[in-house]
């Protein structure tokens, strides 16, 4: 099997490693063939691939997520640079909720990120010129485009940069903390 996942803290988000090869002319990877990720148990429907570029060290973005009908399964990884990436159970009566997991994605480690529905979703960029890639399962909908603020101390998520440093958009200076989060998905159903 060309790709290796583990399960982390929180089991529904899993480290993804696909196969590398290598050789003097550079390399060859399947970073994803939906028959070897059903056998990992990620047995998900992509719909559109989308590609962020970030100049700058400490660009934050998120924490995001889209409501019913058009939550998002999401794969990520990141082709240049690194990010700290964070996914945060939002699912209201999960045992995990409102805890996170953060995983380091770079291209040189060649990993991957699966993030469910039910979870929001950020990163921040550790390297200047960071491409980040990631698959969704259901297209964006910019009505059902919501989010959670990156530093709620609630959270109590340590990006790996100070909090003065973070290059954040607008909409994600004043997004809702967990506390004042509507409970848009519940633990064992997809969405509210």
């Given amino acids: 099997m060309p790709v290796v996942t583990e399960s982390l ?29 059903v056998a990992a ?10 590609h962020s570029f970030s100049a700058d060290v400490g660009t934050v973005r998120g924490l995001h997520f889209q409501t019913g009908p058009f939550a998002q399964d999401k794969l990520v990884r990141v082709t240049r640079g690194a990010v700290l990436d ?15 997991v953060a995983v380091r994605l770079s291209a040189e480690e060649w990993n991957q990120l699966f993030v469910p529905k039910g979870f929001a979703h950020g990163y921040a960029t ?3 010129n960071t491409e980040f890639l990631y698959k969704v399962s259901a297209p ?6 919501k989010g959670l603020l990156w530093n709620d101390p609630a959270l109590g998520i340590d990006w790996g940069i100070p909090f003065s440093a973070a290059i954040l958009s607008a909409k994600d ?3 809702p903390k967990l506390a004042e989060l509507p409970a848009y998905f519940h633990y064992g159903k997809e969405s509210a």
């Fill in 126 to 128: 550790l390297e200047p």
């Fill in 86 to 100: 964070v996914a945060v159970d939002i699912r209201v009566g999960s045992p995990t909720f409102g805890k996170h």
């Fill in 140 to 145: 964006y909908a910019p009505a059902h485009d």
């Fill in 9 to 37: 803290a929180i089991p529904e988000v899993k480290l993804v490693r696909p196969k590398k090869h290598g050789d003097a002319r550079g390399f060859f990877s399947e970073t994803y063939v939906k028959q070897d990720f």
């Fill in 173 to 175: 200076k004043v997004q």
């Fill in 41 to 50: 148990g990620i047995d998900v429907d992509f719909v559109q691939d989308n």
